[in-house]
């Protein structure tokens, strides 16, 4: 099959690149002919709340110069101008719930205004996936056929040794922004015990908030963008990892954090529930309660016999998530377009 795979990102930490880098990989892995147009090839602006606008023109421009594919596989709505104007096939998937992510990262006023462009993307779809039960709702809803595909992950990444840098070390992983819960994060700061080291990978728009923070406690280490080998080294490596976030779909770093048998502790919205249940194979909390997060790490930390638990009950799970798994369900899904 001839596939052109667009996304906003496909080089970076976040999320949607990763997903889409798996599903690249698996795809031609598969035998297929696939192209991408991303940030990566196409002119962006790179101010915060210019990029994925200027990306949404410039692709769309770019697109209508390419050739003809069998499928046109769009991520996240900046893609979906492009996927109109593409010749094939249209899939939009759609990485939570966009016009909510908009409010929170820019304003109701701002978020009020992509709805309009959200809801004329969908109807632009010949099939729309969503990665999260929570977003099938709020789509099918609005009367809209929405298949539910969820992120997935390469197990075949997952190292066989972790890489520890402190006796005690937890973990974060992913965009430095307002939706991933950041500032929640730093927040512990001041309580977290001395012995216990917080590590910090990844960039975004609050890294010089991170670096400010960096400076004031010893037991902070910022580690910046790490290649993937070095992230899951580091994942394996920790005593357990934190996701603070305030929206999230399905997370590809509480899955990779599954796999690679690290305990999790994570805030109790919908994508993350989706994968964890409370006190049977993680954590969920509220990531504005700094002292029950504290509490829920130094339990954690301290308990060796329920990090085991939560452990083995999050192996049986990842074979769900796999790209052995996920991939064929988008492979039969574009299949059944032509049907």
Wanted: with cysteine; hydrophobic share 40%.
């Amino acid at each position: 099959m001839k596939i052109l795979l667009i996304s906003p990102t496909f080089s970076g930490i976040g999320g949607i690149a990763q997903h889409v880098r798996g599903l690249n990989q698996y795809l031609k892995d598969s035998g297929n002919q696939v192209d991408v147009l991303s940030s990566d090839n196409s002119f962006t602006i790179p101010i915060k709340g210019l990029k994925n606008p200027s990306f949404m023109i410039s692709s769309s421009l770019k697109v209508k110069f390419m050739k003809k594919y069998e499928i046109v596989h769009a991520h996240n709505i900046p893609s979906a101008k492009a996927m109109k104007n593409a010749k094939g096939k249209k899939i939009l998937s759609i990485h939570g719930v966009f016009s909510e992510q908009v409010d929170m990262l820019h304003g109701k006023m701002t978020g009020n205004i992509f709805k309009k462009y959200e809801t004329d993307a969908l109807h632009w779809a010949d099939a729309i996936t969503v990665v999260s039960k929570e977003a099938k709702d709020h789509y099918s809803k609005l009367g809209f056929n929405v298949y539910h595909i969820p992120n997935a992950i390469d197990t075949n990444q997952i190292p066989s040794e972790g890489k520890r840098l402190f006796p005690k070390q937890i973990i974060f992983v992913g965009r430095l922004s307002k939706e991933k819960g950041i500032i929640q994060l730093l927040n512990i700061l001041k309580f977290l015990p001395k012995n216990v080291n917080l590590i910090i990978l990844g960039s975004g728009p609050l890294e010089n908030l991170v670096i400010e923070e960096q400076e004031k406690f010893q037991n902070l280490k910022y580690m910046g963008y790490k290649t993937k080998e070095e992230t899951l080294q580091l994942i394996k490596g920790s005593d357990l990892l934190i996701q603070p976030s305030l929206v999230e779909g399905i997370s590809s770093t509480i899955l990779e954090a599954m796999a690679c048998n690290t305990p999790i502790i994570a805030s109790n919205v919908s994508g993350n529930a989706e994968l964890i249940r409370n006190n049977e194979n993680g954590l969920l909390i509220d990531p504005n309660d700094t002292q029950l997060v504290i509490k829920s790490i130094i339990d954690l930390l301290s308990n060796k016999e329920k990090c085991s638990k939560f452990v083995a009950k999050s192996s049986n799970l990842i074979v769900n998530y796999s790209w052995e798994h996920i991939g064929k369900i988008y492979l039969e899904l574009y299949s059944s377009l032509f049907d």
